[in-house]
């Protein structure tokens, strides 16, 4: 919670079932700002990877892994940590973009202060939350 750019964002009770804290905008977003890049610690180990529920896969252009960038100690991490995944498409206000080895979010549209920021994990993530995968297809 520390590294939360206090003029951007605020860490608070999430307004998503069961997800704990989430992150906010303390201020409008505009569209197409960047957060990042996502902190972790950098592993290859996909069994942690899977269980943490925290972890990004960096792979290179051949689709091969190079390391996953896993939040799951809040010690060894960012703010970003606390931005959950959006249950539906029209929830999602961030996309993750992978930049030299590194994700960022990117604001899709413009975000209201107040609202919580959200991105989508991905279909396997989604599905272990109980979300409707085909929504974000």
């Known amino acids: ?3 939360t750019p206090l003029d951007t ?3 608070a009770k999430s307004t998503l079932p069961r997800a704990g804290y989430g992150a906010f905008a303390a201020r409008r977003i505009a569209k197409d700002t960047y957060f990042g890049p996502y902190g972790g ?6 069994l942690i990877a899977e269980t943490t529920g925290y972890a990004w896969t960096i792979k290179n252009e051949l689709g ?3 390391y996953f960038i896993d939040a799951f100690d809040p010690n060894n991490s960012n703010w970003l940590r606390f931005i ?3 249950n539906t498409a029209r929830q999602q206000n961030l996309v993750a973009v992978k930049h030299l ?3 960022f979010y990117l604001a899709t549209r413009n975000i ?3 609202e919580e920021l959200l991105v989508y994990y991905g279909h ?3 599905e272990l939350l109980g979300s409707n995968v085909t929504d974000f297809s």
């Open 9 to 11: 964002a605020f860490i």
């Open 112 to 114: 209201d202060a107040g």
């Open 84 to 86: 959950n995944s959006a």
């Open 124 to 126: 396997t993530f989604a």
């Open 41 to 46: 610690l950098k592993h290859n180990d996909s």
């Open 101 to 103: 080895d590194e994700i």
């Open 64 to 66: 091969e892994l190079i």
């Open 1 to 3: 919670m520390a590294t």
